[in-house]
Structures are given as structure tokens and as C-alpha cells.
């Protein structure tokens, strides 16, 4: 359909190359243009949302996913600046802010992945949860609870606007602040499963993981590997994990969750930890 829809705009091979790199949140379309359209971008945006019906945004992403806060700077290409919209996932609605605020609908196996994993009476740490994604699909799916933390303020105001209307008040805490200061304060020995979903910075984390997780729980540890081989990657963080961790760990699965760049992988190592 938007090949057809940039038929007139674009050469066969530059739609090709724009549309590995398109994604529609709600009623968002986000874009990365490489260099060499970056001429045609305007009318590429006007095109798309005459011809998506659902779509009433089209946005270009000026850079990459980053800062503390891992967000990224949108420039409106067509229809109406705003960034907030809502999502649905697995029969969970969600409002998110594309801008201001971590969102990736392309980590939607890996959320459906862990829900499943979480057994009923569960407590369940989600140290970097952004807007509650992890934690409101894990509240919907089991009888657990779910201490939701991130230290975007706008990530845990939207935490807790999905947590009202996903009708999870009181199964999914959101708290706004640094992670380790939060657990430290507040959450140690409490939980039988730490999500630690900021992969650049895992190592650093690890600690303040190993602190709120009681002993026999589980982390689910996520990291960004170098492997020539795709097949390598998940044996190379197996062996990074244990390589650093300070405590006895049985590796109970690893997997790589997608692919971040040429020979790049973010993986997820899970781990039962003994203290
Ligand atoms: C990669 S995003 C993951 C968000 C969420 N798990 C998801 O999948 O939608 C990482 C999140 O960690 C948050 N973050 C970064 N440093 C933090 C810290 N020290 N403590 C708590 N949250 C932090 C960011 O604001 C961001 O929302």
C-alpha cells in the first residue's frame, strides 16, 4: 500500500529503502529519511498522510534514540504536531508521547514473552519501565504486582495514566526517580523478578538489580553484544553476564530480542540468582 501510495514520488528502490524504516503508532507515522531523500521529505510526509486514512501525523526522526531519558527529537513533516497518541497491544491500551517520552512498538514479542513468564503472587521490580508497557501487559496477563520506575517524569506520569485506564490501580505502582536510589530507599530483597530494560547501561545497574531481587528471583538481564555471527551473540552475553556478575547465577534462557545495527544485537539474558 505505501509503495504504491509514493509511486509518484519515488523511485522503486528509494521506496524500498524508506519503508524498512517507517513505523505507525496510533495514529503517528514516524519515518528515518536517509540523506538522499532528504530533499523529497516534505512531500513524502504530505503523500503518506493522504494516503494512510488512519494516520493523522507524519513525523521525521531527526535523531537517534538518546540521552538519559532515551528519547529522540521528531521534526513534523505533515498533519498535526502532536505526539501524544494512543496504542493498543495484546488488549492493553496505552497512551504514549512518541517524543518525550521511550517507546518502542518493536518490542512487542519480548513484552508478550515475559507476561507469559510471570507466575500469579509474583512482586516484580521493572527498574527502566518507561510508560508501563512491561509492567501494565504483565499486571493484565498474571496476579502480580509491579513496581514501575523511570526516571523520566513524563514516562511515569503516563505510567500512571495507562495504569488508571488499563484498571491496574494498586497492581502497578509507577515511581518517578533514579532506579537504584528507588531501590535502595524502598525495594530491597522485595522482588521475584527485576526487568532491567536499558541495555547500554546493564552493567552499571546490575548491583541495585541483584539488591531488589530476593534470593532465588530472577533477572532478566538486557544487553547490547558485538557478534560477527548472529548465532554467537546469545552464547557472547551468556558469557559477558557471567563474567561480571557478583553472585551465583543459573542461566535459565538467552535470546537475542532484535537486531540494533550491522553485527549489533540487543539480547536478554534470564538468570536465577542465589544470595
Ligand atoms: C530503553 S527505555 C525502556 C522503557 C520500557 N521498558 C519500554 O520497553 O517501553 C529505558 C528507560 O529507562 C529510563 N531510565 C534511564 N536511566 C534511569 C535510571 N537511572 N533510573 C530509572 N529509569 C531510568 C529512561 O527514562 C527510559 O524510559
Known amino acids: 500500500m505505501l509503495k504504491k501510495a509514493l509511486e509518484n514520488v519515488l523511485t522503486v528502490e528509494e521506496s524500498d529503502e524508506l519503508i524498512s524504516a517507517f513505523d505507525q503508532i496510533g495514529d503517528i507515522i514516524i519515518l528515518r529519511i536517509p540523506d538522499s531523500l ?86 516484580v521490580t521493572n527498574m527502566f519501565a518507561g510508560i508501563g508497557m512491561f509492567s501494565i501487559m504483565a499486571a493484565k496477563k498474571k496476579k502480580c504486582t509491579v ?57 552499571e545497574f546490575l548491583e541495585s538489580a541483584i539488591n531488589t ?17 548472529k548465532q554467537d551473540a546469545r552464547k557472547l552475553s551468556e558469557e559477558h553476564y557471567l563474567q561480571i556478575t557478583p553472585v551465583k547465577s543459573e542461566i535459565l534462557n538467552s535470546k537475542i530480542v532484535r537486531a540494533v545495527g550491522p553485527r549489533y544485537y540487543q539480547t536478554v539474558v534470564d538468570v536465577r540468582i542465589s544470595k
Do not use: W
Request: glycine content about 4%.
Open 38 to 123: 532528504s530533499s523529497k521529505k516534505r512531500l513524502i510526509g504530505e503523500t503518506l498522510l493522504n494516503e494512510v486514512k488512519t494516520a493523522r501525523s507524519v513525523f521525521y526522526q531527526a535523531s537517534a534514540v538518546e540521552g538519559d531519558f532515551r528519547t529522540r527529537d521528531l521534526e513534523i513533516l505533515a498533519g498535526k504536531d502532536t505526539t501524544e497518541t494512543e496504542y493498543k497491544e495484546f488488549g492493553c491500551k496505552f497512551i504514549v508521547d512518541v517524543k518525550n517520552a521511550f517507546f518502542s512498538p518493536r518490542l512487542s514479542t519480548e513484552r508478550e514473552r515475559i507476561a507469559n513468564l510471570i507466575q500469579d503472587g509474583e512482586i
Open 213 to 229: 531481587t530476593k534470593n532465588n528471583g530472577i533477572i532478566h538481564y538486557y544487553s547490547h553484544i558485538h557478534a560477527d555471527k
Open 147 to 203: 513496581y514501575s520506575l523511570d526516571i523520566n517524569p513524563v514516562a511515569s506520569k503516563l505510567c500512571e495514566k495507562n495504569i488508571a485506564i488499563n484498571k491496574l490501580v494498586g497492581k502497578v505502582i509507577s515511581r518517578n526517580g533514579d532506579a537504584s536510589k528507588i531501590i535502595n530507599e524502598q525495594l530491597v530483597n522485595e522482588s521475584d523478578r527485576t526487568l532491567m530494560l536499558l541495555p547500554e547501561r546493564s552493567d
